[in-house]
């Protein structure tokens, strides 16, 4: 059973509109939680990181959120534009583990449209 | 951007035939990691290096096989390919201290007919 779980698959919006996207883990112990873009046919590129104490963390129109007690994240896209249209995944790293573990989910698919 | 690199990006090959999939990175990474993807799933990890003379067999299950001679190089070799091979193959590294971000190569899309 995969621990990371997000919704929605899938979401298509109207450029210049605002979108939220959800992650949920069971990962534990967890260390830290990151959230990937993945653009077709490339490898994800980070966006975001936090940590267990960090509740809210921001990179330009992309704002991630963390709770650590119910295990959920979202990440939320403001204004967004043609190029945000890729596939968007969340990856959680559980602690204490020299290997660098890190669980991914299955990603959200977003489309941008003009 | 991180200086990691995959060859090929795409290759299309008929089954039986070996192949090596390139992945290096000029970041003088030690922990290098294949990941396995299909379309619409998560990525899965088939293989791990420490470091050099070090591999180790990751979550998933594959007929394939890694080396690291080399600390920047950690390449994927499959002996004779098949169909059920057909997958995207992501190579990552992470830098020393555990906690920060893998970086991602590109990827290689393999199609074996």
């Known amino acids: 059973k995969n621990q990371v779980e997000q919704s929605p698959q899938s979401l298509i919006i109207l450029e210049g509109k605002n979108c939220t996207l959800q992650?949920?883990?069971?990962?534990?112990?967890?260390?830290?939680l990151r959230w990937y873009k993945q653009d077709t046919g490339r490898g994800p590129v980070s966006l975001t990181i936090?940590?267990?104490?960090?509740n809210t963390k921001s990179n330009g129109r992309y704002t991630a959120t963390l709770d650590a007690d119910t295990k959920q994240s979202s990440l939320h896209i403001t204004a967004s534009q043609l190029s945000d249209s890729a596939s968007y995944i969340c990856?959680?790293?559980?602690?204490?583990?020299?290997?660098?573990?890190?669980?991914f989910g299955r990603g959200t698919q977003l489309t941008v449209w003009p | 951007e991180a200086d990691i690199y995959q060859t090929p990006r795409y290759l299309v090959i008929g089954t039986g035939k070996k192949i090596t999939l390139e992945c290096s990175q000029t970041?003088?990474?030690?922990?290098m990691y294949w990941y396995q993807q299909d379309p619409g799933m998560e990525l899965h990890l088939i293989h791990y290096?420490?470091?050099?003379?070090?591999?180790e067999k990751g979550d998933l299950s594959s007929e394939s096989t890694v080396s690291r001679i080399r600390t920047e190089h950690f390449p994927l070799t499959l002996e004779s390919a098949r169909p059920s091979h057909t997958s995207q193959y992501l190579c990552a590294s992470l830098p020393p201290g555990g906690a920060d971000t893998q970086y991602f190569g590109p990827g290689t899309r393999l199609t074996v007919l």
């Open positions: 970041m003088g990474h030690d922990k």
């Open positions: 936090m940590t267990f104490s960090e």
């Open positions: 990856v959680v790293s559980d602690r204490g583990s020299t290997l660098g573990r890190l669980y």
């Open positions: 290096s420490y470091g050099v003379n070090s591999t």
């Open positions: 992650c949920n883990y069971t990962v534990s112990p967890f260390s830290n």
